[in-house]
Every structure is written in C-alpha cells, then in structure tokens.
C-alpha cells in the first residue's frame, strides 16, 4: 500500500514539474496583456504599419491610460500618418508624464515644426538636443535651430526638409547603436557607461 501511495505521490510531482512552465508563461501573458499590446504596436510603427501600431496604442492606451510608451507611440504613428495636431496633443500628454522621454521631446518639436508653430517646435527640439548622448544628433539639431533663427518664417517645404532630416539623421543613429549593442560582447555599455536606447525611448519597456 505504501508503494502504490509513493508511485502516486511521484505521478503527482512530475505532473506539476511538467504543468509549471506553462503556469508560469500563462501567469505572466496575463499580467503583461498590455505590454504585450504596446510591444505589437512598436513592431508595427517600426515596419511602417503606422495604422496597425496606432490601433495597438489606442487599445493599450483604453486598459492603462497611464502608459507614457503608449502615448510617445501613438504620437509618433500619428505623426507618420501626417496628423501633426492629434500627433502634439499625444506627445504633448506624454512629455507632461515624462518630460525627459527623448523620442516624445523629439517628435512633439517635430509635430509643431510641420505646423508651422516654430517657437514651440524650437522649445521641444533644444530639449530633445539636451536629452540625446549623440554628437552627430545634437550638431544636427543645432544647425536645425540656427536654420529657424535666421530663416524665420520657414516655408512649408523648408519645415518639412528639416523635420525630415532631423528624424533621418536619429533613425540612422539609434540603428547604429542598436547594432553596436546587438553584437557587442555583452553587456555592451556603449560609450556612456551603460545602455542608452537615446531615441526609441519605449524599447526599454
């Protein structure tokens, strides 16, 4: 009899051996739904479906309204789309939650900029100049301003040349890091003493 009870205590062990891996995966789908939401949403903005990863944000933004990464995305899938107005109030909600989120900075200056509100787009790009750790990105941004100052009012074309050139010259620098990160020997700490994701601020989430 006692065997019989060993051989069923032993069963029941390697059943909860076999199950706990997928207690443990469908505990933590349930408590990261909405991460899981926003990471969908981040892979759609960055392959150019800006109305999937839209449609991502404004689901994730319905269950936690408090995501800032949510907002900054939904801001820059706005943005992409030409909805420079709805883009500024996204980013601008964003930048009152995290007034040190580089990407919500970057863009809501952007967005001001295409509009042709050049003090505000000045104010939050001289920010984003101030948050970013790249040298080439901060030049960048510096002649971007010195271009505004002595150029004020800027044509409809102008603005959208240097809105453009300003996100070109972040995206190429932030793909450079991130391949420098990718296949460093790691942990890679990069020139800064430790992993900066500088402009895709919502990719540390």
């Given at each position: 009899?006692?065997?019989?009870?060993?051989?069923n205590e032993?069963?029941?062990?390697?059943?909860?051996?076999?199950?706990y891996?997928?207690?443990?995966a469908a505990?933590a789908f349930?408590?990261?739904?909405?991460?899981t939401?926003?990471?969908?949403?981040?892979?759609a903005?960055?392959?150019g479906?800006?109305?999937e990863?839209?449609?991502?944000f404004?689901?994730?933004?319905?269950?936690h309204?408090?995501?800032?990464?949510?907002?900054?995305g939904?801001?820059?899938?706005?943005?992409?789309?030409?909805?420079?107005g709805?883009?500024?109030?996204?980013?601008?909600?964003?930048v009152s939650?995290?007034?040190?989120r580089?990407?919500?900075q970057?863009?809501?200056?952007?967005?001001?900029?295409?509009?042709?509100d050049e003090?505000?787009?000045?104010?939050h790009?001289?920010?984003?100049?101030g948050?970013?750790?790249?040298?080439?990105?901060?030049?960048q941004v510096?002649?971007?301003?010195?271009?505004?100052?002595?150029?004020?009012?800027?044509?409809?074309?102008?603005?959208?040349?240097i809105?453009?050139?300003l996100?070109?010259i972040?995206?190429s620098?932030?793909?450079?890091?991130?391949?420098?990160?990718?296949?460093?020997?790691?942990?890679?700490y990069?020139?800064?003493?430790?992993?900066?994701?500088?402009?895709?601020g919502?990719?540390s989430?």
């Amino acid at each position: 009899m006692e065997m019989v009870d060993e051989r069923n205590e032993n069963r029941l062990t390697m059943t909860v051996h076999r199950c706990y891996p997928v207690l443990l995966a469908a505990l933590a789908f349930a408590i990261s739904g909405c991460a899981t939401t926003v990471g969908l949403g981040q892979a759609a903005l960055r392959e150019g479906r800006y109305s999937e990863a839209a449609s991502k944000f404004e689901t994730a933004l319905t269950e936690h309204p408090e995501r800032t990464d949510a907002l900054v995305g939904l801001g820059i899938a706005r943005y992409a789309q030409g909805g420079y107005g709805e883009a500024a109030a996204h980013l601008s909600e964003a930048v009152s939650q995290d007034p040190k989120r580089a990407d919500a900075q970057l863009y809501l200056g952007l967005s001001h900029l295409e509009r042709g509100d050049e003090g505000a787009a000045a104010e939050h790009l001289r920010t984003f100049g101030g948050l970013t750790h790249s040298a080439r990105v901060t030049r960048q941004v510096d002649d971007a301003l010195q271009l505004m100052r002595t150029e004020h009012p800027l044509s409809p074309q102008s603005r959208h040349f240097i809105a453009a050139s300003l996100e070109s010259i972040v995206k190429s620098e932030q793909e450079l890091h991130d391949a420098r990160w990718a296949y460093a020997p790691w942990p890679y700490y990069g020139h800064y003493g430790y992993y900066d994701p500088f402009f895709w601020g919502w990719r540390s989430w």
